[in-house]
């Protein structure tokens, strides 16, 4: 079994920045893509961004391309979500999310296996 603990969210104003983490642990711990979607109130939940297990890869939701940048650490088993430039619509409830299989569809929720259990970032404007 794999837990998921987000860490980092919190209240900042327009323009400002934010560092997610997102610590993974279980007995023996490898995975295909590490993720964040976020969800706002009222609405689904959304892709962010995505890291393959070596770096390598990484996807980007277009909403926050050139904004945010996802990266990890295998040897402490985290990964991190670099936010600058926040908006006001960055507002929402932040997840990290795990695939221990290939998956498709990056973007795709239901594709994922496991689940943090989200942290809240709020941008003032």
């Known amino acids: 079994q794999v837990q998921l603990v987000e860490s980092g969210g919190g209240l900042v104003q327009a323009g400002g920045s934010l560092r997610l983490s997102c610590a993974a642990s279980?007995?023996?711990?490898?995975?295909?893509?590490m993720g964040w979607f976020r969800q706002a109130p009222g609405k689904e939940r959304e892709f962010v961004a995505a890291i393959s297990w070596s770096g390598g890869i990484t996807y980007y939701a277009d909403s926050v391309k050139g904004r945010f940048t996802i990266s990890r650490d295998n040897a402490k088993n985290t990964v991190y979500l670099q936010m600058n430039s926040l908006k006001p619509e960055d507002t929402a409830v932040y997840y990290c999310?795990?695939?221990?299989?290939?998956?498709?569809?990056?973007?795709?929720?239901?594709?994922?296996?496991?689940w943090g259990q989200g942290t809240q970032v709020t941008v003032s404007s």
């Open positions: 279980a007995r023996t711990l490898s995975y295909y893509f």
């Open positions: 999310t795990m695939a221990t299989s290939p998956i498709p569809r990056v973007v795709v929720a239901s594709r994922w296996d496991y």
